[in-house]
C-alpha cells in the first residue's frame, strides 16, 4: 500500500479495516494522476479500471461501488449483488465485504459500532449532510448511537470552502447553531467549516466517539484531488470492512 495512503486512527475493533486512498499508486495522468478511481469522471476508462484493480489486490473482495447523487440514501449491502445502487452510503454486517465512497472535497465518514459487528461509510458534501446522510448513516448501523465510533476523512477545509447564504440557511433550518460554523468571507459569502458542521450533527445524534479530521483536499494538492480546485478532477476512495 503506498505511504501516503490513511489509515484512520481510530480506536475501532479488533477486525475492522478501513482505508482512503491518495493521489499516489495509480497509471491515470495529467489532472487525474495518479490514482483516479472515478469513472465518469473523464479519465480513461482503461486507467480508471487498472486502478481499482490495484485497490483491489488491497481488499477481501471486490468494494461495492455505488451511483452516487449526494443524497442520504443507504445501500444495505448484506444482500445486494444486483446493480450499483444508487446511494451516498453503505452499511454491512457481513464480514469480508467491502463498503466504499468516492470523494474530491466532500467528506468520507466511517461507521462502526463498538463490537465491531457492523460497519458504515458516508459520503457527506454540504447537500448530503444537511439532509441528514451522517443520520441515515447511524441509523442504518441499528445500534444505540453511543455505541457508535466514528472518524471523519479528507475534506475540503475550513479555510478553502466558500459558500453562498443558500449553504448556511439548510444547515441552520434544523439547527440556529449550526452558523457558529459558519465565517463571514466577503459580501453575500461564507467561509464553512465541514468538520465543524459534521462533528456537531455527530454530537446531536448521540455519538460521543469522533475522531478524525484536520484535512484540506483543495489546498493539499500533491496528496488530494479536489473539484473545487480543478473541474476535472480524479476521485479517492474510501474504503472499509471487516475481516
Not at 451511483?67 to 464480514?95: K, N, Y
Not at 448556511?168 to 459580501?187: I, Q, T, W, Y
Request: some cysteine; overall charge neutral.
Amino acid at each position: 500500500m503506498p505511504a501516503s495512503w490513511i489509515v484512520p486512527d481510530w480506536p475501532a475493533p479488533r477486525g475492522v479495516r478501513a482505508f482512503v486512498t491518495t493521489r499516489e499508486g495509480g497509471v491515470s495522468a495529467g489532472e487525474y494522476g495518479t490514482m483516479n478511481l472515478g469513472a465518469t469522471s473523464g479519465d480513461d476508462a482503461q486507467c480508471v479500471a487498472r486502478n481499482r484493480a490495484i485497490v483491489r489486490s488491497h481488499l477481501p473482495s471486490e468494494p461495492r461501488w455505488m451511483a452516487q447523487v449526494h443524497g442520504i440514501d443507504v445501500a444495505a449491502l448484506d444482500a445486494s449483488d444486483g446493480p450499483a445502487p444508487r446511494a451516498d452510503a453503505a452499511m454491512t454486517s457481513q464480514p469480508g465485504r467491502v463498503a466504499v465512497v468516492l470523494t474530491a472535497d466532500c467528506m468520507p465518514l466511517f461507521f462502526c459500532d463498538a463490537k465491531g459487528s457492523r460497519i458504515a461509510v458516508a459520503h457527506a458534501g454540504w447537500r448530503g449532510m444537511s439532509s441528514g446522510v451522517i443520520e441515515a448513516a447511524i441509523d442504518s448501523l441499528g445500534v444505540e448511537a453511543s455505541d457508535v465510533i466514528a472518524w471523519m476523512g479528507p475534506a475540503i477545509g475550513p479555510d478553502a470552502f466558500e459558500v453562498g447564504p443558500e449553504v448556511r440557511e439548510a444547515f441552520m433550518a434544523h439547527d440556529e447553531g449550526a452558523s457558529a460554523a459558519f465565517r463571514s468571507h466577503c459580501e453575500g459569502k461564507y467561509m464553512a467549516d465541514l468538520y465543524a458542521l459534521a462533528r456537531r450533527r455527530l454530537r446531536r445524534a448521540g455519538v460521543g466517539s469522533v475522531h478524525g479530521g484536520g484535512f484540506c483536499t483543495r489546498s493539499d494538492d500533491a496528496r488530494f484531488f479536489s473539484y473545487r480546485r480543478e473541474k476535472a478532477s480524479g476521485r479517492m476512495g474510501a474504503f472499509i470492512w471487516m475481516e
